[in-house]
């Protein structure tokens, strides 16, 4: 995002200036001020309809990792490894999206190295999953503050990762904890949100005018 001095400055040249913004953790009164601009909440749509939800019996013990550079990358599968060597880990490079979500509706585990509650946390929740990620602030999502598979740290994901798998994999468990996630991300994201969002930005009824 440029920062709020060019804002002003592209504001005298274009007055109706504003943005769009993906998530509703950056819809604050405090952003609205600090970029001077109107914002409009247009939250994304991860195609939940395309892969629905799919039970813990129907999951593979697969583990899809996001592609995402990150220096902490090796410490944290080599921890899955040792503890876990019968667990089929990928790296998602280089596949169609519709074969993406072929393993995203497949994968019992979900792990991003990216920007924290990114599309590689949440699509496969969405799909029934459980998703690994390190604590980002910029991309909360409310109603997920709490989750134990959402760590402090990367040494903290290291150190606990394998025991939450452990603690999660049986239906019961799994199935709660996915499903309570659900909730969450549906209040967030969904076609018709993204439809009803669309509607009123075209309409002028921006979300923070």
């Not at 952003?31 to 914002?39: D, H, K």
Request: avoid cysteine; charge should be neutral.
């Amino acid at each position: 995002m440029p920062n709020p001095l060019f804002l002003k400055n592209l504001r005298n040249i274009v007055p109706d200036l504003n943005a769009t913004v993906g998530s509703s953790a950056w819809m604050t009164r405090s952003e609205r001020q600090r970029l001077g601009i109107p914002l409009h909440l247009l939250p994304t749509w991860y195609y939940p309809d395309d892969a629905p939800w799919q039970p813990w019996e129907s999951k593979e013990d697969l583990l899809i990792v996001s592609p995402d550079a990150s220096p902490h990358r090796d410490m944290v599968i080599n921890a899955i490894r040792r503890a876990r060597p019968e667990l089929r880990i990928q790296i998602i490079w280089g596949l169609k999206y519709e074969d993406y979500l072929k393993l995203e509706r497949a994968a019992k585990w979900s792990l991003t190295f990216g920007e924290g509650l990114d599309g590689y946390f949440y699509g496969p929740m969405l799909r029934g999953g459980i998703s690994f990620a390190v604590r980002n602030g910029t991309f909360d999502i409310p109603g997920l503050e709490e989750r134990r598979t959402i760590y402090d740290s990367y040494e903290d994901m290291a150190a606990r990762i394998v025991n939450d798998m452990r603690a999660l994999d049986d239906k019961s468990a799994y199935e709660t904890y996915t499903k309570s996630g659900r909730i969450a991300l549906e209040s967030e994201f969904g076609s018709e949100r993204t439809a009803n969002a669309l509607h009123a930005f075209y309409r002028g009824n921006l979300t923070m005018p």
